[in-house]
Nanobody, 121 residues
Framework: EVQLVESGGGLVQAGGSLTLSCAVS????????IGWFRQVPGKEREGVAY????????YYADSVKGRFTISSDNAKTTVTLQMNTLKPVDTAVYYC??????????????WGQGIQVTVSS
């Protein structure tokens, strides 16, 4: 059974850092596209950063390039999102998702339960 569990969210001041972790089970990271998404009330879910399956690279939204880094551990069971220089606009519920298909649409993704990140000004 595929499961994703996020951890590490919370409240931080603008300019600070947080590290989100996504513990995966039922598969290993190289077999799936893994992504971090975020959503605020009233807005569509936004893709923030992805690790592509088969170690085929990473993707970052323009809004987080240079500030966020996505990586996986050597055991390939945890995907981490390091978030630096946080801004109030980064406030959202963050979700981890995993999709086994070759396309990077996450249309068939499994999703975690989400975790709140709040950045105060």
């Amino acid at each position: 059974e595929v499961q994703l569990v996020e951890s590490g969210g919370g409240l931080v001041q603008a300019g600070g850092s947080l590290t989100l972790s996504c513990a995966v089970s039922g598969f290993t990271v190289p077999d799936y596209n893994i992504g971090w998404f975020r959503q605020v009330p009233g807005k569509e879910r936004e893709g923030v950063a992805y690790i592509l399956k088969d170690n085929d690279g990473t993707y970052y939204a323009d809004s987080v390039k240079g500030r966020f880094t996505i990586s996986s551990d050597n055991a390939k069971t945890t995907v981490t999102l390091q978030m630096n220089t946080l801004k109030p606009v980064d406030t959202a519920v963050y979700y981890c998702a995993a999709d086994p298909s070759n396309s990077v649409t996450f249309a068939r993704a499994y999703w975690g339960q989400g975790i709140q990140v709040t950045v105060s000004s």
